[in-house]
């Protein structure tokens, strides 16, 4: 029989769960959530869940290594603002594929004031679809933007005015290519056609308010509808890329991508994703050779500042962990 778990590490069984409960609310494309988590005497471990992937617009499960990434890096976070240094070792066994993190949080650590904003970021973090204010962010903020992805191994490209233009374009037609596959929209609507009861997948609501023609950034819309929208202002739009595409690398760009949308959360931005340029995989070349070559393009950010915009929702702590009853109450 295996014993019941009352603490891991430095932390108690309430504060597992916290940390648990910050590491969900990650965002994740179509919030599909693809995630579990496994609580042993040795560690947090963080799972992909495959059931929860998308064969047609995720057809290698990279994104579904950027959410599980992000996931992480909150998980990551609200344990050091705890007090607990979170050792993370990443893709730590070789014979089990869906194991990709664990996490040990055993050292004593000071929290780093900075570590514990981006902390409690965390809940207020949420997609927002709603065209942006024509405001200028501060340089200052796009340095700490930039730092953010450095820390964690990735890189945030400097593009210039023609780069731009053309990533508009590889927009337009990642989008396009998306809106013709029958399988692409199958699968959108099954995951963004879902009810208020549900626990995943994008509610109608969370599609924001419409501007009303047609040019600027195309944003990918959610809702039964499926409907077009475009934004008209010149938002802050940046690329994520790594310098390899292996599965860690994919983990170690989540992160990163998680802790730029933390760092835009606590300087008052808002963010949204525009993922038809790396969905498709032809589109996602052209876009890798728009960047010189070197780097590959994991995830493209929209920032700027919009109108509030509502909470989606998560599945309970009970869904998302294997051996649930081995947390004591
Ligand atoms: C890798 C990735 C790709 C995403 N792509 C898109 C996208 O193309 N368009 C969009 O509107 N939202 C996109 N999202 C946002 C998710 O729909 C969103 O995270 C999810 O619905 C949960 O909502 P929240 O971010 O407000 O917590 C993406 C999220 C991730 C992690």
């Known amino acids: 029989m295996t014993l019941p778990i009352t603490s891991i590490g430095l932390l108690d069984s309430d504060q597992v769960k916290s940390v648990i409960g910050a590491a969900v609310l990650a965002p994740s494309t179509h919030n599909t959530q693809p995630w579990r988590f496994r609580c042993t005497p040795a560690g947090l471990e963080l799972h992909a869940d ?8 995720d057809t290698d499960q990279r994104e579904l290594l950027l959410s599980c990434g992000a996931a992480l890096f909150n998980l990551r976070t609200a344990i050091h603002a705890l007090g607990a240094h979170p050792a993370t070792t990443l893709l730590p066994r070789r014979g089990d594929p869906t194991l990709l993190a664990v996490v040990r949080p055993f050292a004593v650590r000071k929290p780093d004031p900075r570590l514990v904003g981006l902390a409690d970021a965390i809940p207020r973090r949420h997609t927002n679809r709603t065209p942006f204010e024509a405001a200028v962010i501060p340089p200052a903020v796009v340095a700490e933007l930039r730092h953010a992805a450095e820390v ?4 945030l490209p400097r593009l210039d005015a023609r780069q731009r233009e053309n990533l508009r374009e590889l927009v337009h037609k990642g989008h396009q290519a998306q809106m013709a596959d029958p399988a692409f929209l199958a699968e959108w ?44 202002s010149e938002p802050l739009v940046v690329v994520i890329g790594s310098f390899d595409d292996t599965r860690a690398d994919r983990l170690r760009a989540g992160q990163a991508m998680q802790r730029v949308l933390l760092t835009a959360t606590a300087a008052g931005l808002d963010a949204s994703f525009i993922s038809q340029p790396v969905e498709v995989p032809a589109v ?4 890798r050779h728009l960047l010189g070559g070197g780097l590959w393009p ?19 702590l009970d869904d998302v962990l294997l051996d649930p009853d081995r947390l004591s109450a």
């Open 152 to 155: 964690e191994q990735a890189w």
């Open 284 to 287: 996602r070349d052209e876009l």
């Open 298 to 316: 994991q995830i493209v950010l929209r920032l700027g500042r919009g109108a509030p915009v509502p909470w989606t929702p998560r599945r309970s």
């Open 50 to 57: 495959p059931d929860r992937a998308l064969p047609v617009a």
């Open 189 to 232: 609507q099954r995951w963004t056609a879902r009810d208020r009861s549900s626990r995943d997948g994008v509610p109608e609501y969370a599609a924001g308010a419409m501007p009303s023609d047609n040019g600027g950034w195309v944003l990918r819309d959610f809702g039964s509808r499926r409907r077009e929208r475009t934004d008209h």
